[in-house]
């Protein structure tokens, strides 16, 4: 062996590793959730209380090196995640987030240079882990008074909703939204008393909507959108045409840029006030809503990562019309209020695991209520909000990161229903 070796580590074998030259490891245990490392230096990570987000230098040079150690066996229960800190990480920009959740992990990395970014020279034969971030704020737009309004109230990364702003783009309800381009978002389509639109307004990261953009695909109210795919792709889907209760399965499709396409014919039960949502780290699902022949329903298609919508899936629980849903827990997605088919507003909550299964109704909590909307935020909530009960409202409820649905919070906002709401921005 040459080299200097320096606070050699002990791997959970029992054998010595042989530390790179030079390398110096700090003293001190890393405990909290956040930690600033430097080149030239070795770290024991502690993430039994909590997972632990380790930035890397912004301005590293060619063979700066980095080693972090599991020091407590935990990060297969707290994982550890690197922040690269604007750069590259095996080649994938900052957009990505690194996590290593392996029990006894250690990971030794290197700078190579701007093209390829922190390299691991050793990780423990564990795969590279990488996934988009997390959306942390969201925004309501659009709905219906009484009269039809184009008021957004933002939602910040503590699930607070923000009093009304100017709104922007034709005032309309009965519409969509999604996210897209991992951290924006896309309102489109809606109706007013006397016109469809197929007109789509565009949210940036800060949470600014654009003017309208001119339609492409069939004008249409009363249908659901959702994001697909792994870099940022949506979309809408289902809704009713001009010409009576005519439901259909008329599909578009959103690139990462937020760029819809012309119809594309889909299968599934035609039908309309229905939900979507994203699940998994890349796939969607469609729930709920109103058939053309009257009934409610609680049938479900899913959405591959490449937007293509499956037939459909058998009904579980009670039929519901004008429900809501999002993202939740990361992976996850829930359904909630809406009316049963007698006519009877609902609260409860259909959760959606991470491979798509719709579990059983369980007990909701909050007012009965709706045509409101749901969005994510924080990372890993989600939150109801607005919709009708005996009346327009606008009260609130938040979803923690298990799916349960809290108590009503004070409204905020023009009460209203015929909503929607999308996350958008990576940052807190």
């Given at each position: 062996m040459s080299g200097i070796i320096v606070n050699n580590v002990a791997r959970a074998s029992g054998t010595i590793a042989a530390t790179p030259g030079g390398l110096d490891w700090s003293t001190a245990v890393v405990t909290g959730s956040t930690v600033t490392v430097e080149a030239g230096r070795g770290y024991f990570i502690n993430t039994t209380s909590?997972?632990?987000?380790?930035?890397?230098?912004?301005?590293?040079?060619?063979?700066?090196?980095?080693?972090?150690?599991?020091?407590?066996?935990?990060?297969?229960?707290?994982?550890?995640?690197?922040?690269?800190?604007?750069?590259?990480?095996?080649?994938?920009?900052?957009?990505?987030?690194?996590?290593?959740?392996?029990?006894?992990?250690?990971?030794?990395?290197?700078?190579?240079?701007?093209?390829?970014?922190?390299?691991?020279?050793?990780?423990?034969?564990?795969s590279f882990d990488h996934g988009t971030p997390s959306t942390q704020r969201g925004l309501y737009a659009f709905g219906n008074t009484g009269s039809r309004v184009n008021t957004k109230n933002l939602v910040n990364s503590s699930g607070v909703i923000a009093s009304d702003a100017a709104g922007v783009g034709t005032a309309r309800s009965a519409l969509a939204a999604t996210s897209y381009g991992l951290d924006k978002a896309i309102f489109g389509f809606g109706s007013d008393n006397s016109s469809y639109y197929g007109t789509t307004n565009l949210v940036n990261?800060?949470?600014?909507?654009?003017?309208?953009?001119?339609?492409?695909?069939?004008?249409?109210?009363?249908?659901?959108?959702?994001?697909?795919?792994?870099?940022?792709?949506?979309?809408?889907?289902?809704?009713?045409?001009?010409?009576g209760d005519d439901y259909n399965g008329i599909t578009n499709l959103v690139n990462s840029s937020g760029v819809i396409s012309a119809d594309v014919t889909q299968v599934g039960s035609h039908r309309g006030y229905l939900a979507a949502s994203g699940f998994g780290e890349d796939k969607g699902i469609f729930f709920g809503g109103i058939t053309n022949d009257g009934p409610k329903t609680a049938i479900s298609n899913l959405v591959s990562n490449s937007g293509v919508i499956a037939s459909d899936t058998s009904a579980v629980g009670a039929a519901t019309g004008f429900p809501s849903g999002a993202r939740y827990g990361g992976d996850k997605a829930i359904f909630a209020f809406g009316q049963d088919g007698d006519g009877n507003n609902q609260n409860v909550r259909r959760l959606v695991n991470n491979l798509g299964v719709i579990?059983?109704?369980?007990?909701?909590?909050?007012?009965?209520?709706?045509?409101?909307?749901?969005?994510?935020?924080?990372?890993?909530?989600?939150?109801?909000?607005?919709?009708?009960?005996?009346?327009?409202?606008?009260?609130?409820?938040?979803?923690?990161?298990?799916?349960?649905?809290?108590?009503?919070?004070?409204?905020?906002?023009?009460?209203?229903?015929y909503l929607d709401a999308a996350g958008y921005s990576f940052s807190a």
């Open positions: 909590n997972a632990c987000t380790v930035t890397l230098p912004a301005s590293p040079e060619v063979g700066d090196q980095i080693v972090l150690a599991d020091y407590a066996r935990t990060w297969a229960t707290n994982a550890v995640t690197l922040d690269s800190n604007g750069n590259n990480f095996q080649g994938e920009n900052d957009t990505y987030v690194v996590d290593y959740d392996t029990v006894g992990q250690s990971l030794n990395i290197v700078y190579a240079d701007s093209t390829k970014g922190w390299l691991p020279v050793s990780d423990d034969a564990v990261n800060s949470g600014v909507v654009g003017s309208d953009v001119s339609a492409v695909g069939t004008a249409r109210h009363s249908l659901a959108a959702t994001t697909y795919g792994s870099t940022g792709q949506a979309i809408f889907s289902f809704g009713d045409i001009p010409g579990a059983s109704d369980a007990s909701g909590a909050g007012t009965a209520r709706y045509t409101g909307a749901m969005t994510s935020y924080g990372g890993d909530k989600a939150i109801m909000a607005f919709g009708y009960s005996n009346a327009y409202t606008n009260i609130s409820n938040l979803i923690n990161n298990s799916g349960v649905i809290a108590s009503d919070v004070t409204g905020v906002g023009t009460s209203r229903g």
